[in-house]
């Protein structure tokens, strides 16, 4: 996912180095979505969010998740 970003984002800013690239991703996209399409509508699975390190580079975090109920709940940091 990362990389499929970074690389739509460099044809946009292609002056850009990669620590740019991320802080536009941190800026600009910092929430990742799942979703389930199972035959049912889509429902969310999980929610995860872009941070940066200390060196500046990407990690996605979760921060949401389904539970054994199917309820969609807060991860615990």
């Known amino acids: 996912m990362r990389s499929a970003l970074s690389m739509l984002l460099r044809r946009a800013h292609p002056a850009a180095d990669q620590g740019e690239l991320n802080q536009l991703i941190v800026a600009r996209l910092p929430l990742v ?41 807060e991860v615990e940091p």
Do not use: C, K, Q
């Open 33 to 73: 979505v799942a979703l389930a399409a199972d035959g049912a509508p889509p429902r969310v699975v999980s929610v995860g969010e872009f941070v940066r390190d200390a060196a500046g580079h990407l990690a996605l975090h979760p921060r949401f998740a389904r539970d054994a109920a199917d309820n969609l709940v």
